[in-house]
């Protein structure tokens, strides 16, 4: 509580105090994160223990709608799995997804980024060259490419091997930014005095990086990272929503989708309506968590 009471007192925590829109999109996303850590605790079913789901639930609608079993509250998919439960469970999935890619293209944009910022020369000009290359392809065609080939592989693999070929087809994406981010913000502060005193002293370049100009840049890393979590659930969902993502027996939010989206047009709305708003829910309480940390980050906003 004493660590707590200190951050709300800082000027960040203040900022976070005074603004309605961050406290409700931090609830939302508390809410969200919590039900899929704890899943297997409060979910009401376990959606794929197969020795629980019946066939004759299949497809029934939301309880508080037309009066059906008061045990599917948000009604059940095409294989009688309880919808509630199953939203929990995927959300675990897409979360862990998300959040592992996003932390990986941080380690390798930010190393990346250092080093071409720092040292400059060809290695600034070969890694740019690199990021350039990457830029000018979609990110999600990239993913595509890479999550098909991957399954090519690997076609009769574990799930485990498709959970880090969607991980590595996210992650090959998503570092260029850092990259760039992280180079722009080094080119600055590597010709600052306080580095240019740590050289003079005969600090070594790898110390002078990781203990003068890598906190001086974490900042709008961690603005990015914070948007960058919900455009890697995002792309997730649409990797799984197209085929190429996590398999069936594991559905993600976006299996959950594509799942209900050929039962749409029949009636079975909840099918896929759930899991969009589920997804929705997620994606656009974390970008507003990003908007107001860079925001709050911002010393001209202050």
């Not at 709300?8 to 850590?37: E, H, M, N, Q, W």
Request: glycine share 10%.
């Amino acid at each position: 509580m004493g660590v707590l009471s200190k951050w709300l007192d800082s000027d960040v925590g203040y900022s976070f105090k005074t603004s309605p829109v961050a406290i409700v999109a931090a609830l939302v996303a508390f809410i969200c994160v919590f039900c899929a850590l704890f899943a297997g605790l409060i979910a009401p079913h376990n959606p794929f223990d197969l020795t629980t789901l019946e066939l004759s639930d299949a497809r029934l609608p939301p309880a508080w709608i037309e009066g059906g079993k008061a045990t599917f509250f948000l009604g059940t998919d095409d294989q009688g799995r309880d919808i509630l439960s199953a939203l929990m469970y995927g959300a675990r999935i897409s979360l862990a997804v998300g959040i592992v890619s996003v932390i990986l293209s941080v380690l390798i944009g930010v190393t990346l980024g250092l080093l071409a910022g720092f040292f400059g020369g060809w290695i600034d000009t070969l890694l740019m060259r690199i990021c350039d290359v990457m830029l000018s392809f979609p990110p999600i065609l990239v993913a595509l490419l890479i999550a098909g080939v991957g399954r090519a592989m690997f076609p009769n693999a574990h799930t485990s091997v498709a959970f880090g070929v969607l991980i590595i087809s996210i992650t090959l994406t998503g570092w260029v930014q850092y990259a760039r981010t992280v180079r722009g913000t080094t080119l600055v502060e590597r010709n600052k005095e306080y580095v240019q005193a740590a050289r003079v002293t005969g600090v070594a370049s790898s110390r002078i990086m990781l203990r003068h100009v890598l906190p001086n840049v974490m900042g709008p890393v961690l603005v990015l990272a914070t948007i960058q979590v919900a455009t890697a659930i995002i792309t997730e969902a649409t990797l799984s929503f197209l085929g190429v993502g996590v398999p069936p027996t594991s559905p993600s939010l976006g299996t959950l989708i594509r799942v209900g989206n050929d039962y749409l047009f029949s009636g079975e709305w909840w099918i896929t309506v759930w899991p969009g708003l589920m997804l929705i829910l997620i994606a656009l309480s974390v970008n507003l968590l990003g908007d107001w940390l860079r925001d709050a980050l911002n010393p001209r906003l202050r």
